[in-house]
Protein backbone atom coordinates (compact mmCIF):
# COMPACT_ATOMS: atom_id res chain seq x y z
CA UNK A 1 0.00 0.00 0.00
CA UNK A 2 1.25 3.75 -0.66
CA UNK A 3 0.21 6.06 1.53
CA UNK A 4 -0.12 10.16 0.80
CA UNK A 5 -0.50 12.72 3.78
CA UNK A 6 -1.08 16.37 2.23
CA UNK A 7 -0.50 19.74 4.39
CA UNK A 8 0.24 23.27 3.93
CA UNK A 9 -3.72 24.79 3.15
CA UNK A 10 -5.93 26.65 4.87
CA UNK A 11 -7.49 30.22 4.32
CA UNK A 12 -5.28 32.54 2.43
CA UNK A 13 -5.44 36.00 0.82
CA UNK A 14 -5.74 36.79 -2.54
CA UNK A 15 -2.08 36.74 -4.29
CA UNK A 16 -0.31 35.05 -1.50
CA UNK A 17 1.58 32.09 -2.13
CA UNK A 18 1.72 29.33 -0.30
CA UNK A 19 2.86 26.07 -0.69
CA UNK A 20 1.47 22.52 -0.37
CA UNK A 21 3.42 19.42 1.00
CA UNK A 22 2.75 15.64 0.30
CA UNK A 23 4.51 12.93 1.98
CA UNK A 24 4.64 9.44 0.32
CA UNK A 25 5.51 6.22 2.33
CA UNK A 26 5.06 2.89 1.86
CA UNK A 27 5.46 0.80 -1.34
CA UNK A 28 7.70 1.71 -3.87
CA UNK A 29 7.29 1.03 -7.75
CA UNK A 30 10.48 1.25 -10.07
CA UNK A 31 8.19 3.78 -12.33
CA UNK A 32 5.60 6.60 -11.20
CA UNK A 33 3.71 9.92 -11.47
CA UNK A 34 2.72 12.21 -8.57
CA UNK A 35 0.30 14.60 -9.15
CA UNK A 36 -1.87 17.20 -7.83
CA UNK A 37 -5.20 17.46 -8.55
CA UNK A 38 -8.21 20.08 -7.24
CA UNK A 39 -11.94 19.79 -6.79
CA UNK A 40 -13.46 22.81 -6.09
CA UNK A 41 -17.32 22.23 -4.54
CA UNK A 42 -19.73 20.89 -7.05
CA UNK A 43 -17.53 20.40 -9.67
CA UNK A 44 -15.36 17.75 -11.49
CA UNK A 45 -11.86 16.59 -9.87
CA UNK A 46 -9.35 18.74 -12.05
CA UNK A 47 -5.78 18.16 -13.18
CA UNK A 48 -3.42 20.56 -11.69
CA UNK A 49 0.51 18.90 -12.38
CA UNK A 50 2.63 16.61 -12.16
CA UNK A 51 6.48 14.62 -12.08
CA UNK A 52 7.44 11.45 -12.76
CA UNK A 53 10.04 9.98 -10.96
CA UNK A 54 12.22 10.52 -13.60
CA UNK A 55 11.74 14.51 -13.01
CA UNK A 56 9.35 14.73 -16.41
CA UNK A 57 6.57 17.49 -15.64
CA UNK A 58 3.40 18.68 -17.11
CA UNK A 59 1.15 21.56 -15.73
CA UNK A 60 -2.66 22.00 -16.67
CA UNK A 61 -3.76 25.50 -18.22
CA UNK A 62 -4.76 27.40 -15.32
CA UNK A 63 -1.55 26.55 -13.38
CA UNK A 64 1.34 27.23 -16.20
CA UNK A 65 3.13 30.26 -14.90
CA UNK A 66 1.79 30.70 -11.25
CA UNK A 67 1.93 26.62 -10.05
CA UNK A 68 5.94 24.82 -9.62
CA UNK A 69 5.65 21.05 -8.83
CA UNK A 70 8.65 19.49 -7.27
CA UNK A 71 9.98 16.57 -4.84
CA UNK A 72 12.98 15.64 -2.42
CA UNK A 73 13.65 12.56 -2.48
CA UNK A 74 15.58 12.72 0.56
CA UNK A 75 12.06 13.76 2.55
CA UNK A 76 9.64 11.49 -0.49
CA UNK A 77 8.05 14.73 -0.69
CA UNK A 78 6.17 16.58 -3.23
CA UNK A 79 5.42 19.72 -3.27
CA UNK A 80 2.96 22.11 -5.17
CA UNK A 81 4.01 26.16 -4.77
CA UNK A 82 1.28 28.34 -5.92
CA UNK A 83 1.97 31.92 -6.66
CA UNK A 84 -0.26 34.85 -7.05
CA UNK A 85 -3.59 33.09 -5.79
CA UNK A 86 -6.94 33.97 -7.01
CA UNK A 87 -10.15 33.44 -5.95
CA UNK A 88 -11.05 31.04 -8.54
CA UNK A 89 -7.94 28.41 -6.94
CA UNK A 90 -10.46 27.64 -4.06
CA UNK A 91 -10.49 23.68 -3.84
CA UNK A 92 -9.69 20.93 -2.12
CA UNK A 93 -6.30 19.68 -2.90
CA UNK A 94 -5.46 16.35 -3.33
CA UNK A 95 -2.24 14.39 -3.95
CA UNK A 96 -2.16 11.50 -6.01
CA UNK A 97 -0.08 8.79 -7.22
CA UNK A 98 -0.38 6.37 -9.99
CA UNK A 99 2.61 3.16 -11.18
CA UNK A 100 4.17 3.54 -14.24
CA UNK A 101 5.59 6.90 -15.80
CA UNK A 102 3.08 8.13 -18.20
CA UNK A 103 1.70 10.93 -17.15
CA UNK A 104 -2.61 11.35 -17.28
CA UNK A 105 -4.39 14.50 -16.42
CA UNK A 106 -7.33 12.09 -15.85
CA UNK A 107 -7.77 11.30 -12.43
CA UNK A 108 -9.31 7.59 -12.86
CA UNK A 109 -5.68 6.68 -13.99
CA UNK A 110 -4.45 7.23 -10.21
CA UNK A 111 -4.08 5.01 -8.00
CA UNK A 112 -3.60 6.29 -4.65
CA UNK A 113 -4.80 9.47 -3.01
CA UNK A 114 -4.24 11.49 -0.15
CA UNK A 115 -7.12 12.92 2.01
CA UNK A 116 -7.29 16.04 0.77
CA UNK A 117 -6.70 20.01 2.05
CA UNK A 118 -8.37 22.45 2.02
CA UNK A 119 -7.27 25.52 0.10
CA UNK A 120 -9.63 28.84 0.22
CA UNK A 121 -8.55 32.23 -1.29
CA UNK A 122 -9.86 34.57 0.07
CA UNK A 123 -10.45 38.00 -2.27
Known amino acids: QVQLVESGGGLVQAGDSPRLSCVVSGRTFSSYVTAWFRQAPGKERDFVAA???????NYADSAKGRFTISRDNAKNTIYLQMNSLKPEDTAVYYC?????????????????WGQGIQVTVSS
Open 96 to 112: ALKRFSYISGNHQMYDY
Open 51 to 57: ITWSDGR
